[in-house]
Antibody, heavy 117, light 110 residues
Framework: QVQLQESGPGLVKPSETLSLTCTVS????????WSWIRQPPGKGLEWIGY???????NYNPSLNSRVTISVDMSKNQFSLRLRSVTAADTAVYYC???????????WGQGALVTVSS | QSVLTQPPSVSAAPGQKVTISCSGS????????VSWYQQLPGTAPKLLIY???RRPSGIPDRLSGSQSGTSATLGITGLQTGDEADYYC???????????FGTGTKVTVL
């Protein structure tokens, strides 16, 4: 059973960069698409973007200029960087596996990131 | 603002049936697979339906999915108290070149 676990700072200052890592265990990161999804408190889900194990990426146009997703095959990890954050970026950030049809079959438990000075 | 519209809430008594609609367009539901997720309070979403109507291993057959034109539907029969949760539809939007989710529906068991 594939397991995903997010890690990273829970508090980020406005205008700084949010950085999270997702560690994939009990399964190889080779093949499949690996996504980041976020959920502001009390609100719905928002797709941030994905990376294919080969390194190709696709980002939500609304965040495209601020987002970078990368993969480290040697560590079975993929990472999210979101630049120039504001309070509107406060959310629970989930990493998830996408089977290629925008269907997310495995999810991390989620990491709450608060943007505040 | 989501491109997929769901009713904010639906409710029914235990043992009854509920359906949740997900309305989109030809750039998303009309030409891409739909998936459905259940989110219990304080937990990560869980995949219930993929490729419009397929259930992952372990998902009971009282849950079903369908798609017609630019809309999709999730059905839950034999409603149980454990079904109280938020439900989301999701798909790819070819015009946006992005994944999209529905607005979410809260299911209440009366």
């Amino acid at each position: 059973q594939v397991q995903l676990q997010e890690s990273g700072p829970g508090l980020v200052k406005p205008s700084e960069t949010l950085s999270l890592t997702c560690t994939v265990s009990d399964g190889s990161i080779s093949s499949f698409y690996w996504s980041w999804i976020r959920q502001p408190p009390g609100k719905g889900l928002e797709w941030i973007g994905y990376i294919y194990y080969s390194g190709s990426t696709n980002y939500n146009p609304s965040l495209n200029s601020r987002v970078t997703i990368s993969v480290d095959m040697s560590k079975n990890q993929f990472s999210l960087r979101l630049r120039s954050v504001t309070a509107a970026d406060t959310a629970v950030y989930y990493c998830a596996r996408d089977d290629g049809t925008t269907s997310f079959d495995y999810w991390g438990q989620g990491a709450l990131v608060t943007v505040s000075s | 603002q989501s491109v997929l519209t769901q009713p904010p809430s639906v409710s029914a008594a235990p043992g009854q049936k509920v359906t949740i609609s997900c309305s989109g367009s030809s750039s998303n539901i009309g030409n891409n697979y739909v998936s459905w997720y259940q989110q219990l309070p304080g937990t990560a979403p869980k995949l219930l339906i993929y490729e419009n109507n397929r259930r992952p291993s372990g998902i009971p057959d009282r849950l079903s999915g369908s798609q017609s034109g630019t809309s999709a539907t999730l059905g839950i029969t034999g409603l149980q108290t454990g079904d109280e949760a938020d439900y989301y539809c999701g798909t790819w939007d070819s015009s946006l070149s992005a994944g999209v989710f529905g607005t979410g529906t809260k299911v209440t068991v009366l």
